[in-house]
C-alpha cells in the first residue's frame, strides 16, 4: 500500500481536536450513566476500535466492553450494500444492562440499524448510540444516536479507525481521501 501522504487531500480532523471532543464525550457518558449498575460498551470491529479505547480512559464509571462485527460492504466498495450480516457475536449476554454501541461513522445508516434491531432483541435495559462521526446527510435509514463526536461532509474519510481497503486505521487523525489519487474500484 501506497504511503498516506499520498492518498490524503487533507486533514479533516486533527488529533488534538479528536482527543479534545472524546474527552467531552467521555465525561458526558460518565454523568449520563453514574447510576448504572451494569454499563457494557460494545464496539462494533473494526472500524471503532480505535474510538473506544480512547473513549473508554475517559469514562469514569465502571463498565465492561465486548466486540462484535458485521460486514455490509462488498470488496472494493464505498457504498453500504443494505444487506448487514453478523460476523461475530457478542460472548456475553446484554439482557437487562445498559448498552452503549460504540460506532467510527454513521453513514447511510444501514448498518446501524440493524445492529440496533438484532441487540434490542435481546432485551437490554437501555440501547444507545455513540458515534465519532456522523455524516447526516447520506443517512438513508433513521437512527436515534444519542452521542456525536462530529459531524461531517459528504467525504470519504480515514484513519484513526477508519480504513481505505483496510490499510491506515492507524493514523492518529481523521483525513480525507483525494479521490483522483485514489478513487474507487467501482
Ligand atoms: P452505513 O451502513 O452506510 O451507515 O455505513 C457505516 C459503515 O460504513 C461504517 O461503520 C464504516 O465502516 C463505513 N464507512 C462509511 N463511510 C466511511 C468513510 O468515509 N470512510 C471509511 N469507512 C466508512
Ligand atoms: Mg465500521
Sequence with gaps: MIPYR????EVLIPEDVLQERIAALGR???????DSKNLILICILRGGVMFLTDLMRQITVPHAIEFMAVSSYGAGNRESTGQVRLTLDLNTDIYERDVLLVEDIIDSGRTIASVLELL???RPNTLRVCTLLDKAERREVYVPIQYVGFSIPN???FG???DLDEYYRNLPFIGVVDLDKYPSKE
Design 6 to 9: 499520498d492518498v490524503l487531500k
Design 160 to 162: 484513526y479507525g477508519l
Design 155 to 157: 467525504e470519504f474519510v
Design 28 to 34: 458526558e457518558i460518565s454523568e449520563d450513566y453514574i
Design 120 to 122: 434490542s432483541a435481546r
